[in-house]
């Protein structure tokens, strides 16, 4: 004689496993990453020599100059004359125009 779950094809015979506790199963050793030594420019503290930070502003002013040379704003050229007169313009307009609302309130410069 067959039970219901002999007969039911979706029930399948469970195999059980037998796993060892996670807390008594001897974990593997993390792998020891080195340290890598300090920079040269270090001092034994951690602390960047001047030469360093004064060798690490001029490369980074270099880079700066270079890539203004390379877009074309290298301080001399017709885009930043205009820009200068457009500035010049703008702030002679303000000063004109504060002048007008002091006279029209009634007060001198």
Same mark, same amino acid.
């Given at each position: ?6 007969? @039911? ?5 469970? &195999? ?6 996670? #807390? $008594?199963?001897?974990?593997?050793? %993390? ?19 001047? @030469? ?5 502003? &001029? ?6 100059? #270079? $890539?203004?040379?390379?877009?074309? %704003? ?36």
């Amino acid at each position: 004689m067959n039970t219901p779950e002999q007969d @039911d094809p979706t029930v399948v015979d469970a &195999e059980v496993v037998d796993t060892p506790d996670p #807390g $008594s199963a001897i974990q593997p050793a %993390l792998p020891v990453i080195p340290v890598p030594p300090l920079e040269p420019d270090y001092t034994d503290a951690g602390v960047p020599t001047f @030469d360093y930070v004064r060798d690490r502003i &001029e490369s980074r002013s270099a880079t700066a100059t #270079g $890539s203004t040379d390379l877009a074309g %704003l290298g301080g001399t050229g017709p885009s930043v004359k205009s820009l200068d007169e457009q500035l010049a313009e703008r702030e002679e307009a303000g000063r004109a125009r504060l002048a007008e609302i002091r006279k029209a309130m009634g007060k001198s410069d």
